[in-house]
């Protein structure tokens, strides 16, 4: 089991920034990868970036060269760092584990943190 705990989200003026965490616990040897998604109201969950256990990384056309995503392992922490925030997006931003044990895969998902960009 792992579990995942965001924090970082909250109110912004478009063009400002923000620095999502994502601490995650539990059996967090196994996890092969981080991904951060978001949602907007109603509009279907999208993943944002992805990271991996080889540090290879994955963003959504919209948000390239405006987030990055990092880790730091011994820190068991997963960053999203959001730059030139617009409007759009304005979403509640969920963090997700993959994790691999006995040759199964097990996605674990955390409760969300809200951001919000004002024009």
């Known amino acids: 089991q792992v579990q995942l705990v965001e924090s970082g989200g909250g109110l912004v003026q478009a063009g400002g920034s923000l620095r999502l965490s994502c601490a995650a616990s539990?059996?967090?040897?196994?996890?092969?990868?981080m991904d951060w998604y978001r949602q907007a109201p109603g509009k279907r969950r999208e993943l944002v970036a992805g990271?991996?256990?080889?540090?290879?990384?994955n963003y959504a056309d919209s948000v390239k060269g405006r987030f990055t995503i990092s880790r730091a392992n011994a820190k068991n922490t997963v960053y999203l760092q959001l730059n030139s925030l617009k409007s759009e997006d304005t979403a509640v931003y969920y963090c997700?584990?993959?994790?691999?044990?006995?040759?199964?895969?097990?996605?674990?998902w955390g409760q969300g943190t809200q951001v919000t960009v004002s024009s």
């Open positions: 997700y584990a993959a994790q691999l044990r006995l040759g199964s895969r097990y996605g674990y």
């Open positions: 990271i991996n256990s080889s540090d290879n990384t």
């Open positions: 539990g059996s967090t040897s196994s996890i092969v990868a």
